[in-house]
């Protein structure tokens, strides 16, 4: 029924969300400031610059939002003294994937991360090898929802974006895909879109897990050796 997939990273493949979000209330309460999971998820999903702003005025101005930085960036950091990936894979990803490549369904990546930091992050999961194609929110100018990272990824699949499935967590990443003429399966984050987006998704998954069980249908293909 379909030729690709192409997935987002931050939430959907590695589970990113939940250690950056711990990393803003511990900076935030280096500032004498209690910064709560629900003002955090205000930022979830959005462009960088729209999150600086949205950050900058919960922490009280710029230069408070910079000590943040440093700080979450510092945090962050530690997390991978010893050894193990800074962001971990998510439930069911590397068991999607590697079935995916088996079927010889052609996979991308779009996401508003750079390229480097798309490539550092699952070469660190060990999932890079599935990929063909990446598009990073460096390489297009305007992020998601905007959905110019979709049609990157599916031009650099050499695949129409009709004849792909989008993978996304997010509500701008779910309204980009879309955007970009693709059908979207939503597996939602700590930040589930509205109903209004799940309305338009072509299916909705708990976990990546769950997605094993669609592939004949929707990714019939033909299996590799």
Request: glycine fraction near 6%; charge should be negative; charged fraction near 20%.
């Amino acid at each position: 029924m379909f030729a690709a997939a192409i997935f987002d990273m931050d939430g959907l493949l590695i589970d990113s969300e939940r250690p950056i979000m711990a990393a803003w209330i511990e900076a935030a309460r280096t500032l004498d400031i209690e910064l709560s999971h629900s003002e955090y998820l205000q930022v979830v999903g959005l462009a960088t610059a729209e999150s600086e702003l949205i950050l900058a005025g919960l922490l009280g101005g710029a230069e408070a939002y910079r000590h943040a930085v440093a700080h979450v960036r510092r945090l962050l950091q530690l997390e991978r003294s010893d050894g193990t990936p800074l962001f971990p894979i998510k439930p069911g990803a590397g068991e999607l994937l590697a079935a995916l490549r088996a079927r010889g369904t052609r996979c991308a990546v779009a996401s508003s991360s750079t390229s480097a930091q798309i490539r550092t992050c699952l070469e660190s999961i060990d999932v890079l090898h599935h990929f063909e194609a990446f598009a990073g929110g460096d390489e297009v100018a305007r992020a998601k929802p905007d959905p110019a990272l979709y049609r990157l990824a599916a031009e650099r699949l050499g695949v129409a974006p009709a004849d792909c499935i989008a993978f996304e967590d997010s509500e701008n990443g779910a309204r980009a895909a879309l955007a970009a003429g693709l059908r979207v399966v939503i597996v939602p984050d700590l930040k589930h879109p509205p109903a209004a987006v799940i309305a338009q998704a072509f299916h909705v998954l708990e976990s990546l897990h769950d997605a094993m069980a669609h592939l004949p249908r929707w990714f019939p293909g033909m299996r590799v050796a």
